[in-house]
Each structure stands twice: as structure tokens, then as C-alpha cells.
């Protein structure tokens, strides 16, 4: 039968199919069937011609990254699933069409190189409005260009002498938990953590504190925002476009359509007013006043990077990525460790005993943070907070100079390489009883060396996390400060369990049920 035969018995039965909705079909049809055979034709080069089809895994994963978006998206299990796949398949798999992900602790310092090893590119997260930041830079060498001002600001040596800054901020918190004592009314631990992660990041980075310990309730609303904020990453890591249009948006639209993105959105606002009023300051400075501020942003303005690095979009997307970066995993650390000191009588004795000497003068002078790190259990604490906090996203680098050998496999230069720091932290054979919380396993006298080198919470190599010294101080001292023994209040679990902290959500961090009661507790 003719083509216009068939349109025509279909006419009565179809409502409406004139000359302009067939052409609409022509067209439609032909755009759906040229994706067809681009997909198909896609699907077989990667299965059967691309440069890692030697490499053992799943063909499903070989194919299309599909798969793990419709994973992350529904069951939020990604990182779990692909622990599985390497039970199967071993120690290396192709866990994406152009990615490898190698499950073995002994190569991680391959992948995770210093530059004289080797240099690292990386796939930079799009949607997060932190491109041309530090950590989403995608080459090595504008990567070390934008790093290096900060490097030395960050180190440990300049974290030490910054430490009267934290420990205004330890005195603030002191206070406010004094101040409460036996009002019966429960303090939200997880907005006191963030508040003051938040606040010490503001100081680090623009030199003044957005004095989110003083808001009413430890300002909640800031903890909401970052971990609404973070909600949404899984959205972004597949599909940065709704990222890169809210940006463009009014805020209320933005606030109406997507309202979780608009954390990042606020993290911009608050970080351009500071470097607005910061770039002021320098360019006085330069005019013959006095240096005033010392501060990631006073430093990066009276660099010598060239002025296009300086620019305030830029400058925008650093503040961003620091508010983030600097107060969300630092916060979540500690609202885990803390939930384990109080829920179990045995932890939290044994802390205050070994704090009693180091914190005897708390009244007087705030311990620093290198005499607290002699505290073994406290520091054994920390490190077992940081093993189960479930850096759970894989992490990846590209090595550009060189082929990269593991076992008879050889990674050809350019392709990511990933490890999941989530999957090394869990290791029964390295930690046994792994999904326990037990700070003495960092206490045994004939501790096996696997096991810090496979805590690395903090990755390695010229990429590492660049704020890892800031974070170890801020543990340290608001740990000590929570639980010394010297103290006129003390606190006590409030209405939660395990279940409101424990990190199950694939956030890139592990996050806490949605529905969590969060931490709280009564200070008595
Ligand atoms: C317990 C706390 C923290 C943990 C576990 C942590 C972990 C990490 C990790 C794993 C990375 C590498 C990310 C990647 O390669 O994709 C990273 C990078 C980064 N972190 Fe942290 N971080 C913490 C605290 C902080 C703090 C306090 C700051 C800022 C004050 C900060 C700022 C950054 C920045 C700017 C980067 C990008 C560095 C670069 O690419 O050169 N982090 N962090």
C-alpha cells in the first residue's frame, strides 16, 4: 500500500495529521533516528574499538555513563555498587566509557602525583558556579599558577600562626554553650559545627568572620543552605547545565525553580561583597597606605598574578569553592565524631582524662593546636572520624607526561584514572570491624603501616586538599574544648541515634538521611 494511502485510512482516526504535522514527523522522525544510529554507532566504537576496551568491567558501564546517572539520581549508591563490580571483575575495571578506577591502596600515590612524578589534569565539576577555581581547574600547569599564592597562606606554619583567630572563634563558642547551661532546650551540635567551620573559613579567606556562631541557634539557616547545597551536587555532577542556567537566572526565579542551588548562589554573594571591599583595601595599599589584612584574598590581590587571574569573576568562583570546601567537610567530621564521644560513656571518659592536663588553663589561655595533637586518643578520634566519614565519590586524575602501569595493564596518558579513598577507608583486612567507630585501632602498639596509607581523607599529590592544615587545627581545638573535663557544663545526647548521623547519601561526602533529626544535645 502507498505511503499516502496509509495517511489517508489513518486520517479519521488520528485527530489531526495535515501536511505541517507530517513534515513535523518527517522531521522528528528523522531527528530521533539519526540519535539512534549516533548512539549505536557510539556504543559499538567504545565496545570494540576505543583505546580501554582491553579493561575488564562491566560492558553496561563500558558503554554509556547513563547507568550511574539513573544510579545516583534513584538509589543514590553508586560507590557501594562499584565495590561490588571490582568483588567481580578485580582490582582494575573501566568504570565509565573513558575512565578507569583501580580498587588497590598501593597506587594510589601513582595516581594522586606529586609534579615530580608526574603532572595531573583533572575533569573539572561544571554547574557549581566554581569554574576557574582552584580545585575546578583542569590543567596542571594554570592549576599550579593559581595555587602557589596560596600554598605557603595555608601551610601548616601559617595555620599555626593564624591559630588566635580560631581561638577567638573557641572562646565565642565556649560562651555561648556557658550561657546555656540547663535551659533544657537542645542544642543543635550540627549548626554549631558548621557556624563555626563557616565562620573560620570566612576569616581565613576574606579576614572577617560572617559571625555565624553569634546568629540565634547557631544560625541554622547556614547549615540548611550548605547542606542544601550540597543536595543537589548528584544533580549537577550529571547534568551541569541546570547549573550553568541558574546562574544566569534572577534569584527569585532561581529561588522558585531549583530553591536548593541557591546555597551556591548565596556563597557567591557573600564572597563578591568581601572581595569587593578587599580589592578597595589593596588598591589604597598600593597608593602608600599601610598593608592592613591578612587574609587568602589580601594575599591573592597583592600577588603578582597576572591581572587576568585577578579578575572579580574569578576571584568570585575561589570564594565560592572555599566557603564550600572549607565548611561542609570539616563540619560533618566533627558532628560525626562528636555523636560517637557522646553516645559512648567509655570514649568520652577516656577523652576527658587524657585532656585534663593539656587544657587545665583553658580560663586563662587557649592550648595550641601542636600541643593538642600530642593528645594520641583525641588525635585517634579525628582520624577515625575522617576514616568513616565516607569520602564516598571516587576521585580522579589525568596523568599528561606519562603511561600509567598497573599489574600487565598499561593506562594510556590522558585517561582518568580514579580511586575511591570511601572504599580504602572500609577495608576489612586493614580495618577490622570496619564500619565501627574505634579510636584505640590508631592506638595499638604494633600498628600496621596499611593503615595510614589507606587513610587519605585529604587525597595527595599537587592537587591535595589545600585546606587540610586549617581543618586538622579547627578539629583539634573545638574537640578539646567540647570535651575537657575543667568545664562548668557538659553535654549530653540529645534526641537522635546513629541512623541521624551516619553518612549514607553520595553527596561526594557521605550525608545523613534526609529526614535526620541531626545531632543535638542538652547542655547540662
Ligand atoms: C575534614 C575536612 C576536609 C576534608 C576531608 C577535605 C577533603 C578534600 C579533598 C578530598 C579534596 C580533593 C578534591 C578533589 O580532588 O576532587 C579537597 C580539596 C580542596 N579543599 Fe578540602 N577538605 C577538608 C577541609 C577543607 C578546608 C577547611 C578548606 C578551606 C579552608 C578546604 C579547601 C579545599 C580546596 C580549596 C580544595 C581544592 C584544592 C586544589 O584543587 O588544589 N578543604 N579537600
Known sequence: MALASIFAELKGLVPDLSIDSINFLYVGGGIAATFAVYSAVLVIYRLWFHPLVGFPG???????????????????????????????????????????HVNDAEFFHTVFATEAKHRTNIIPPRGLGQEDSIGSTRSHDMHQLRRKPLDKFMGQRNIVRQQAMIHEEIRVLDQAMVALKGNGKPVRLDCVFTSFTGDIVGRLACGETPALLQGKDFSPEWYDMIRGAA????????????????????????????????????????????????????????????????????HLLRSDL???????????????????????????????????????????????NDLKDVMANFDHEVPNWEKLEQVEYLQACIKEGLRLLRLFRRKARISTDLDLTYGNYVIPKGTPVSLSPYTMHIDPDVFPEPSKFKPERWLAKDLDPRMNRNLNPFLAGSRNCIGMHAAWAQMYLILATLFRPNKTYRLKLGECDESDVYPVVDNEFGVAKYDSRGLNALVV
Open 306 to 352: 597576572p591581572e587576568s587571574e585577578i579578575v572579580s569573576a574569578r576571584l568570585n568562583a575561589e570564594a565560592t569553592s572555599f566557603m564550600g570546601a572549607g565548611t561542609y567537610p570539616t563540619a560533618a567530621t566533627l558532628i560525626f565524631v562528636a555523636y560517637y564521644i557522646l553516645a559512648d560513656p567509655k570514649i568520652e571518659g577516656r577523652l576527658r
Open 231 to 298: 543536595r543537589i551536587i548528584p544533580v549537577l555532577r550529571h547534568f551541569p547545565q541546570v547549573g550553568e542556567i541558574t546562574q544566569k537566572m534572577p534569584n527569585w526565579l532561581v529561588q522558585t525553580l531549583v530553591p536548593r542551588s541557591t546555597g551556591f548562589r548565596v556563597l557567591q554573594m557573600l564572597g563578591a561583597e568581601r572581595i569587593a571591599r578587599i580589592r578597595a583595601d589593596v588598591a589604597n595599599e598600593k597608593k602608600g597606605a599601610a598593608e592592613d589584612g591578612d587574609s587568602m584574598f589580601h
Open 58 to 100: 562491566p560492558k553496561l558501564l563500558a558503554a554509556t555513563t547513563w547507568y550511574e546517572t539513573y544510579v545516583d539520581l534513584v538509589h543514590r549508591d553508586f560507590p557501594e555498587r562499584l565495590a561490588r563490580i571490582h568483588e567481580k571483575y578485580g582490582p582494575i575495571v573501566r568504570v565509565a566509557p573513558h575512565e578507569i
